[in-house]
């Protein structure tokens, strides 16, 4: 039997936000929005499955069938550093301005991620760690807290929240700072519960303390000098 | 909503795949770590016999395998972070020997492995796809099957499992 969790997580990606977008965006500016997005994701699962064969094993770099592989593993941070970057080029190359288009579908990322979360029930049965409540994965005789079902909520709670703030003419640079340090800062907490082989962070949880930091740092310059030129 | 609805269903309505192999035989010492047995199917489930007491987790895996190549180093990291509660067996099987043996230097496996040269040992244990992994609880019960690359997480949450 082949385990069809992965394709129909990135399927969820997809389809969940593109269900709750309101209003439809018009056919033309709709497949433009798909198709972008689209070759985002696609560009971010190759390079983070670029970046995680560079880190864990680089002697696979040149092998295309380890490349292809992605349910080996795919880093989260450089593939959606990589799917942000394509999505703002596309933008760019098109003569508008891509922060205004970062800003309108990070609402609808936060949404997917919060998708590809909850999907885990398709995947691996949401692993956590052993409590009274929880899931059984498969197999397993202990009840596991489902941390990515947490995470799946407090991710659409981030979305909802973002969107208000939009609608109250929170500016676009703000907006993308504030999605990407949520994502940040929601895995950053995850990551304490979430189980792990041996102790000490993980690169995962590394890498999300680094951008949630980093996040507030540029939004704090931002503001400032934002304050300044009022000033 | 239609969609969340439709995934419950499926989560909750979904066969639970029920494991089948029992090993059987009698009880043998397992192969020295770090090198690569040859051991018939037989020999394989005496070894399992004989390891019972601890929760064991078996790896069938072939140095052509793209995610055994990520599995590997997790495995061996298990392997050192939890070598008093559980035990790892690594199964090559459809392979080569030389290639498996370059496989293990390249990523430094200290645990136990066995070379499944006949095939019989996948055949027993109804290898489906590679890498395959076989969780067996200290009872010698198999209580899981997980068919291709193993997640830290999937794998840190089967260990809390199997010890608990």
Do not use: K
């Not at chain 1, 056919?27 to 560079?54: K, T």
């Not at chain 2, 006949?118 to 969780?135: D, H």
């Amino acid at each position: 039997m082949r385990d069809y969790g992965l394709l129909a997580s990135i399927a969820a990606v997809l389809a969940v936000p593109a269900l709750l977008v309101r209003p439809w965006p018009q056919p033309e500016q709709g497949w433009r929005l798909i198709d972008r997005v689209g070759g985002s994701l696609a560009i971010g699962l190759l390079i983070g499955r670029l970046a995680a064969l560079a880190i864990d094993d680089p002697g696979s770099l040149t092998s295309l069938a380890d490349l292809l592989v992605i349910r080996s593993g795919v880093d989260f941070w450089p593939g959606l550093a990589a799917g942000l970057a394509w999505l703002a080029w596309t933008e760019r190359r098109a003569g508008q301005h891509p922060p205004a288009l970062l800003a309108m579908v990070a609402s609808a990322g936060l949404v997917g991620w919060a998708a590809y979360e909850a999907s885990c029930l398709l995947r691996d049965g949401c692993p956590g760690p052993i409590r009274a409540i929880g899931l059984r994965p498969d197999g397993l005789v202990e009840r596991q807290f489902p941390v990515a079902l947490v995470v799946a909520a407090a991710a659409v709670l981030a979305a909802w929240l973002l969107d208000r703030a939009r609608h109250r003419a929170l500016p676009n640079i703000d907006t993308i700072l504030i999605a990407i340090g949520s994502v940040a800062l929601i895995r950053s907490i995850a990551s304490f519960w979430l189980p792990r082989v041996g102790t000490g962070l993980t690169r995962q949880h590394l890498m999300s303390l680094i951008v949630l930091l980093a996040c507030i740092a540029a939004l704090t310059a931002v503001r400032q000098r934002r304050t300044l030129n009022a000033s | 909503m239609i969609v969340i609805a439709a995934v419950a269903i499926f989560v909750v309505t979904r066969p639970v795949s029920t494991p089948v192999f029992v090993a059987d035989g009698p009880a043998i010492e397992a192969p020295p770590a770090g090198a690569l047995t040859d051991l018939s199917a037989d020999e394989f489930e005496s070894v399992l016999v004989g390891l019972r007491g601890r929760p064991v987790i078996v790896n069938v895996w072939a140095s052509w395998c793209a995610p055994c190549r990520t599995e590997t180093p997790l495995l061996e990291r298990t392997a050192q972070a939890h070598q008093s509660d559980i035990v790892i067996i690594g199964v090559n099987s459809r392979d080569q020997r030389a290639g498996a043996l370059a496989f293990m230097d390249e990523f430094d496996v200290t645990f136990t492995n066995i070379f499944d040269s006949s095939g019989e040992i996948r055949g027993r244990l109804g290898v489906r796809g590679f890498p395959s992994t076989y969780v067996f609880g200290a009872d010698g019960a198999l209580r899981t099957t997980v068919v291709g690359g193993l997640t830290e997480q999937r794998l840190a949450s089967i260990i809390a499992d199997v010890t608990a």
